[in-house]
């Protein structure tokens, strides 16, 4: 394949830089946390981040003295100061529920994140008020007009909200009118639904699992998946005349997000299943009374469980060019399901390595996720090629860069593997399919120009080593120190003296490259 580097190219949205996820706000209180996240900023380019639990009990956010509501954003501030000065911005996700406003006790995670909708909406909303109003005058109305303001975390599971669809609609009114009232330059959105779904489950007030039917076919992906409460969201906001500056949900490429019986444990869908709810979304929005309403999928990863070995694994970071690729420009973010293993909804982790979401574990230690979004993080703004094994790209000095990856044939009716703390299905899947040879031939470059090729492949990922290590569950400083020193494969590529370079490259199953222009 001939690729002329002179040609102008067309625009390619960099969509996985927008967004990136977190736990909870708490956690943004340690130095290590922070640390990481200066690094994946500098390294991966997000432009934004979200995380749960801003008003959860942890942060002390409201206080009651002598029968007074006092508030107090202190923790809230200690987070967002470090955020804005890392250089990346919030979307704020309004949740959980504050003790002191809670109409009961029911809590999720072992940090009892309240789930209960507020005893009063009328407090709720002062408090949403008082803290917006607070965001502008510490930071700024230009700062905060480029924030993001969303409404709960998947209200339609019962492990996230004990409400009914109404009182979670009712919630999104009354923050909307808070936020609004303090400018109506501020964004708000929802419904921060998980995930898509192919029944009826979510169709009443709460969700009735009897309804479920992915454990009752072989092949999911024959059924019709759709999102959840989007359409019933944005018909309520209609008639309520209320704005919806952006839609968010979470397209999880599974069906068993806390769905409290594990009946579709090991159900995933196919590789293109985001490309084809993506499809689906635009599709009800554009009918919709907000039909230029900016898309956000807030949380997307291969698993909703923080114990999947895949999130560890080469085969992510395949799944995450493909995907990404794929669906770029196709909404204003996509958000990977999280930047850090310091996360603790189960628990902290167990071992170095334990399925956690993050592309960094607790130690620091990079898995190929965080090369993932390096790699498209450093393509261009001008896409020149692309095929199913690699995209072409120059950037605004008209310097190069080719970002191979493979993504095995055999594997394109799943996504790569779900193991729920057992790692040994990871072999299975590293061994599929065959090697692939990719050659071409870079045409109308600079005399001599050179290229540095970076190649990520199996033995030289921290998991594969602490494997060989023996799986210890706690490092010795050598052995950290080795894992955290694993880079990817290096070598030079220069161009001729008539500006043309031959690139030959053999992918083995799960590969990823990057071949960029110095």
Not at 29 to 44: A, F, G, I, M, P
Not at 210 to 228: A, Q
Request: charged share 25%.
């Amino acid at each position: 394949m001939q690729i002329n580097c002179k040609k102008e190219g067309k625009y390619l949205a960099h969509t996985w830089s927008e967004c990136i996820g977190a736990g909870r706000a708490c956690e943004g209180l340690r130095t290590e946390w922070q640390r990481q996240l200066k690094e994946v900023v500098k390294d991966c380019g997000f432009k934004y981040i979200r995380f749960h639990g801003l008003l959860a009990e942890d942060m002390f956010p409201v206080n009651v003295k002598n029968g007074v509501i006092q508030y107090n954003w202190y923790y809230i501030d200690q987070v967002y100061d470090c955020l804005l000065e890392t250089g990346i911005r919030p979307i704020v996700e309004l949740g959980f529920m504050p003790p002191a406003l809670a109409s009961g006790t029911a809590t999720c995670f072992w940090w009892k994140a309240n789930i209960t909708p507020p005893e009063d909406f009328e407090q709720w909303e002062e408090m949403i008020y008082q803290l917006v109003k607070h965001f502008v005058e510490r930071y700024g109305l230009e700062e905060v007009s480029n924030w993001y303001f969303e409404v709960w975390n998947e209200p339609n599971l019962l492990g996230f909200w004990t409400g009914t669809k109404s009182e979670y609609f009712h919630l999104y009114e009354v923050s909307v009118e808070a936020v609004k009232a303090v400018s109506e330059k501020l964004r708000v959105g929802g419904p921060a639904t998980s995930n898509y779904v192919p029944d009826d489950r979510f169709d009443y007030e709460k969700e009735d699992t009897s309804k479920h039917k992915t454990h009752l076919v072989e092949d999911i992906n024959e059924l019709e998946w759709r999102g959840v409460w989007i359409e019933e969201f944005l018909a309520f906001c209609e008639k309520k005349n209320l704005p919806v500056d952006f839609v968010s949900t979470h397209p999880y490429p599974t069906d068993f997000a806390l769905d409290g019986q594990n009946i579709s444990r090991g159900k995933t869908r196919k590789v293109d299943s985001l490309y084809e709810d993506i499809e689906w979304l635009r599709a009800v929005i554009q009918k919709s009374a907000y039909p230029d309403v900016e898309i956000h999928l807030t949380e997307w990863s291969s698993s909703p469980t923080s114990r999947d070995y895949s999130h560890d694994s080469l085969p992510e970071a395949a799944y995450i060019i493909k995907s990404n690729i794929r669906c770029s420009g196709m909404m204003n973010s996509l958000s990977y399901w999280v930047f850090t293993d310091i996360f603790e909804e189960a628990g902290g982790g167990p071992e170095p390595f334990h399925g956690g979401f993050g592309l960094i574990n607790m130690h620091g230690i990079k898995k190929p996720s965080y090369y993932a979004y390096k790699f498209l993080n450093s393509l261009g703004d001008r896409e020149l090629e692309r095929n199913s094994n690699y995209i072409v790209t120059k950037n605004q000095d008209g310097k190069v860069q080719i970002l191979f990856y493979h993504y095995p044939d055999e594997m394109t009716n799943t996504i790569p593997i779900v193991t729920y703390g057992n790692i040994d299905p990871i072999d299975k899947v590293r061994n599929m399919g065959q090697p692939k040879t990719i050659e071409l031939v870079l045409e109308n470059l600079e005399p001599n120009a050179e290229f540095c090729m970076e190649v990520l492949h199996d033995k030289n990922t921290p998991l594969t080593v602490w494997r060989d290590m023996g799986m210890p569950n706690n490092l010795t400083k050598k052995e950290e120190m080795l894992l955290k020193s694993l880079e990817p494969d290096k070598y030079k590529v220069v161009a001729d003296d008539q500006g043309e370079a031959k690139i030959s490259i053999e992918l083995k199953p799960w590969d990823v490259a990057l071949l960029h222009q110095i």
